[in-house]
C-alpha cells in the first residue's frame, strides 16, 4: 500500500470517526471570517454556468445569506440564526446519522466520507432556496458568453445578477412546503376495516399503560385506507422541543446515573402493516414536541430532517392527545405520470375518538387534539435537511436565541 492511499484511508478513519461520536460533531464556531473572506467562498456557488439569484438583493445578503446556510449545514449554527456548540454532558441521538447507516469495509469508508462532503453541499443549497434564493442554470452559449468576461467583469455581472429582478435559463426554486395535493395521496373517509389498538407486539403484554404524574400520551392512528398503503409499514419521529431557544432538548450522557426518565425521542412505528386502521397510544413527558421526520415501508430513523421548519405539537400532563392519521404510501401515481412515496398526515379526530372508545371505553371523551404549529427550527444533524409545513396551521412567533447546547 503507497504512503499516500494509506495517508488517504488515515484520513478516512478520523472523518467517519468524527462522525459516529455521538457528541462530536462540530465544536461552536467563532466566525472571524472577514467580509471579503466570506465573499471569495461564497463566489464558489457563483459560476459561468449558474447562480443564485433572489429580486431586489445585494451581494453582501446573498454573500451573508451563503455564510448562514454553510454553517447550518455544518451543524455549528441554527437555522433561527444563533450557534450551536458542543457540550459533552448532552448527548444529541440525531447526530450523524450517515454514520449510523454505513455498512462496512474501507469502500463503505471512502463513499461515506465523500457522501458527507456531498450532502453538506446539498444541504447548503436546500437552505439557501429554503431562504428564498432561486439557482439559476444558464443556457450554454450564455454561460459561453460569461466564461469569456474578464475578471472584473465577471464580478460586476454577478454583483448586478443576483438581485435582477428578470433572469434567464432553468430556474430551480423552493417556494412550498405543503403536501402535494394529489388524488392518488387522498385518504378515504371511515374505516377500510376493523381499528385495532397497538399496544406491545406480544398480546399478553398489551396492557394499556397508566399515565404518571407529568405525563401524558402521544396518539397516532395508522390509517391504510389507500390503495397505495395496503400492508406498508412506516414511522414517524418526534423530538422533545425547546421553544425558547429554538432547538431539540437533548439528553444528559449520564440520565441513567441521574434517574433522568424524560421523554427525548418519540419514535412511532407502525405495529401491524397489514391492518387498516391501527391506534398507537405512546405515553411521553408533557411538553412539546415537533415532528422531525418519517420513514416509510421500514422502521428505521428517518434519514431526512424537517429542521428548517417542522410542525409542533403540544401535549398537556394527563391528556390524551391526537397528532394525526399517518398513511404510508408506496409508489403511488400522481396525476403527471411520476410516482412517489411518502407519508400523508391528515387529521380525523372524531373517527379516533370513536375507535379508541370502542376498543378502549375507559378513554372514551378522554382524545384532544393536539394544537399544531409550523416552522418549528432546530439544529440540523442530518442527511437531508428541510421543512414541512402542516397546511392551514399558525406559525410560530419566535425571537432569535442566543446560543444553544446541542450536544453538538
Known sequence: ?????????????????????????????????????????????????????????????????????????????????????????????????????????????????????????????????????????????????????????????????????????EVEKMDSFTPVEDAALKVAPGLAGPATLWLHKDPAKAVMPVLKPGEGAIVVAYNRNNPAAKDRFGRLDLYRYDAAKGDLHYQPRDWKKKGDLTTYVVPVPAGDRR????????????????????????????????????????????????????????????????????MVLTRNLALAQAELARIQPELAGKLVEAPIRNRASYSCASVTMGRYDWPGAEEMALAPAEQSEGGR
Request: charged fraction near 20%.
Open 275 to 342: 391492518a387498516n386502521y391501527e391506534l398507537r397510544v405512546i405515553p411521553v413527558t408533557a411538553g412539546d414536541y415537533v415532528l422531525g421526520g418519517w420513514t416509510v415501508g421500514v422502521n428505521t430513523p428517518p434519514a431526512s430532517s424537517n429542521c428548517f421548519g417542522a410542525p409542533m405539537f403540544s401535549v398537556k400532563a394527563g391528556e390524551y392527545a391526537y397528532i394525526a392519521d399517518a398513511t404510508p404510501v408506496m409508489g403511488a401515481q400522481l396525476g403527471d405520470g411520476s410516482k412517489t412515496s411518502t
Open 1 to 169: 500500500m503507497s504512503k499516500f492511499v494509506r495517508a488517504g484511508l488515515i484520513r478516512t478513519a478520523a472523518i467517519l470517526a468524527a462522525m459516529a461520536a455521538p457528541a462530536a460533531a462540530q465544536p461552536k464556531v467563532e466566525n472571524g471570517d472577514s467580509p471579503e473572506e466570506i465573499a471569495k467562498d461564497a463566489a464558489r456557488d457563483l459560476k459561468d454556468s449558474r447562480f443564485y439569484n433572489k429580486p431586489g438583493a445585494t451581494r453582501a445578503q446573498y454573500d451573508a445569506d451563503w455564510q448562514d446556510c454553510r454553517l447550518i449545514a455544518r451543524g455549528s449554527r441554527l437555522p433561527r440564526g444563533s450557534s450551536t456548540f458542543y457540550n459533552p454532558a448532552l448527548y444529541n441521538p440525531s447526530i450523524s446519522p450517515l454514520a449510523a447507516g454505513i455498512g462496512g469495509g474501507i469502500g463503505g469508508a471512502i463513499a461515506a466520507a465523500i457522501a458527507e462532503g456531498q450532502a453538506r453541499r446539498d444541504n447548503r443549497k436546500r437552505c439557501l432556496l429554503i431562504r428564498g434564493w432561486r439557482m439559476v442554470k444558464l443556457p450554454a452559449d450564455r454561460a459561453a458568453v460569461v466564461a469569456a468576461m474578464t475578471d472584473e467583469a465577471k464580478q460586476d455581472y454577478f454583483n448586478s445578477i443576483v438581485g435582477a429582478a428578470d433572469v434567464s435559463g
